[in-house]
């Protein structure tokens, strides 16, 4: 009954049967391979997906491509208004969807919430945007000349996205996209299939009612067949990828080969710094959430600690004291803050690390076992973990392990503390705890923080839509979200006009007979 409570408040109940995980905006179909819907808390089968047979795939590419055609000649504000209408749908059904964000990828019932607040955010934002979307009158230098800088729809875009955030890394894609008036593709983790559909669903019926092209939102569930595909397709126009370093790097190559778009959005591995004049009571708790918070599945989660020498004894007995009474278990229970990982992958390589912690000599202060709280022997359970490792040349600094391990280390000055952070592949999140203006601006500057998200007093992850967010290095380089991201998701023209009875050239080249 837990699932199926969350399961009929949508829709979704199979009923012993299979759910079609296709939309073209012609109704929903496909008849390719099933994909399992899993709960990673009990380990029950949630439901069987359907997924599109390759001529599936190319006809809801096709569909897609011909919704854009009349899509594109619909004005930005009326696109808006068809989204301020999405965004009171998905509203509507807030609380459902973060359940069944819970329930299906395992993270604590208010983190799935706050995941569907983040799209209808977002929505809110590019509803704004849709009287915003400025080009620019640019000064010719040719008399009776004007140079316009013109945004137009860039064509399809496919979102292929990673099981972490299973409604928001689409929210922040979509609408962005939809107000650039373009038509969107979705490829959404094999894992978490139930939540593209119910989304879906909710954006269909809306468009639906506007009597526009349900092809503008098309979803194509499956695994990583579908997502080559998707690169590889010239009708693909731009491919806004999040996932691992490893699959991004594929796709990167793959979409940069046939000159395609892409928008990288990589893994991270955050490291928070903590000065001997922080409030321990601000940051403690930070970096508690930042590290344990979606059991350590967030790309921005904490991963690295810094800690100054002068407070390092008292802020990790401090952190200690809350690792000891983490409420763990069933993530749709409000008072737990420690969920499951998504899947037994996921346990094995939180193992291996932990069993490679203890092999280089960490001294692992909490945690480091796998764990099965009662009543959940099937769920995929771990107990958070601080380690200090014996040296700073380790590799395991420099890798992202999707799991709620905090490595840390303590220095003496910042200028260590910075360059420690700045030592990874990775770029996408930092923190540093200060009251000092100087540690700020150093922090802040060009020789501070080498990440996109550089923060004060304020933890690595939970950032809010307002701001572009994305990582440098290996995160690669993606901007999504607030900010100038929206230039992202169309095409520019730059347009020259010449409204007078001379027809000059630039630079005053002359080409006179
Ligand atoms: P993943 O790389 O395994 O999968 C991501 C997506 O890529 C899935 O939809 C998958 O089916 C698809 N895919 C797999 N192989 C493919 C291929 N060869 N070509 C095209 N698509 C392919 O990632 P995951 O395990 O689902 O998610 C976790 C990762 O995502 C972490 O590294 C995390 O840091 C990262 N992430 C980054 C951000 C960000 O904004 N920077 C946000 C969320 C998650």
């Known amino acids: 009954t837990r699932a199926s409570n969350v399961l009929s408040a949508l829709g979704l109940e199979s009923q012993g049967g299979v759910l079609p995980g296709v939309y073209t905006g012609r109704g ?3 008849t390719g391979n099933v994909v399992a819907s899993k709960c990673p808390t009990t380990g029950e089968h949630l439901a069987d997906v359907t997924t ?10 096709e569909r897609s491509r011909e919704a854009f ?8 504000p009326r696109r808006g208004e068809i989204l301020r209408q999405i965004r009171e749908a998905l509203a509507a059904k807030r609380d459902s969807l973060g359940a069944l964000v819970s329930l299906e990828m395992g993270k604590i019932l208010s983190e799935g919430i706050g995941e569907v607040q983040e799209f209808i955010d977002i929505c809110d934002y590019a509803v704004g945007l849709s009287r915003m979307m400025n080009g620019q009158v640019i000064a010719s230098e040719r008399p009776g000349h004007t140079i316009l800088e013109v945004p137009n729809p860039l064509g399809l875009v496919a979102v292929i996205s990673a099981f972490n955030f299973p409604v928001a890394v689409y929210g922040w894609n979509l609408a962005l996209s939809f107000v650039a008036g ?3 593709l979705w490829k959404p983790a094999p894992s978490t299939p139930l939540c593209s559909i119910a989304v879906t669903r909710i954006v269909a019926e809306v468009l639906e009612k506007n009597g ?3 092809g503008v939102a098309a979803l194509i569930t499956g695994g990583h067949e579908v997502g080559e595909a998707l690169c590889e397709s010239e009708h693909v126009t731009m491919v806004s990828f999040t996932g691992s370093e490893h699959i991004g790097a594929k796709v990167g190559r793959k979409v940069q080969g046939r000159f395609g778009k892409v928008l990288l959005e990589l893994g991270g591995n955050n490291a928070s710094i903590v000065m001997p004049d922080a409030d321990l009571s601000l940051a403690v708790p930070s970096v508690f959430f930042g590290a344990v918070g979606t059991a350590g599945q967030r790309c921005t989660s904490t991963r690295r600690l810094y800690l100054h020498r002068e407070i390092a004894p008292r802020f990790l007995d401090a952190l200690k004291k809350a690792y000891a009474q983490i409420p763990t278990g069933d993530p749709l229970v409000s008072s737990t803050l420690l969920g499951p990982l998504h899947n037994q992958n996921a346990v094995k390589a939180y193992h291996k690390a932990a069993m490679h912690l203890h092999e280089v000599g960490a001294e692992i202060l909490v945690g480091g076992k796998v764990k099965h709280p009662s009543g959940f022997d099937q769920g995929n359970f771990v107990e958070a973990t601080i380690a200090i490792p014996p040296s700073q040349d380790l590799d395991l600094w420099k890798r992202e392990l999707f799991a709620p391990i905090l490595n840390v280390a303590i220095f003496d000055e910042l200028d260590q503390a910075i360059e420690w952070n700045n030592s990874v592949p990775q770029g996408l999140s930092s923190s540093i705890w200060t009251k000092d203006i100087r540690n700020i601006g150093k922090f802040i500057g060009p020789s501070g923080s080498d990440c996109g998200i550089v923060n004060v007093n304020v933890g690595n992850s939970g950032a809010e839509i307002g701001a572009a967010f994305g990582g440098n290095k290996r995160t690669g380089w993606g901007r999504e979200s607030g900010g100038d991201s929206w230039k992202q998701y169309v095409r520019w023209s730059a347009c020259t006009i010449n409204s007078s009875n ?3 050239l630039a630079q005053g080249v002359n080409f006179s007979l």
Not at 52 to 61: D, L, N, Q
Not at 69 to 76: C, G, N, Q, T, V
């Open 69 to 76: 055609h009349s899509f594109r000649m619909l004005p930005a």
């Open 52 to 61: 599109a047979t390759p001529a599936e795939f190319h006809s809801v590419i």
């Open 212 to 214: 526009v092209d349900g």
């Open 182 to 184: 373009n038509a969107t």
């Open 502 to 504: 001379e027809a000059p």
């Open 28 to 30: 929903w179909g496909g």
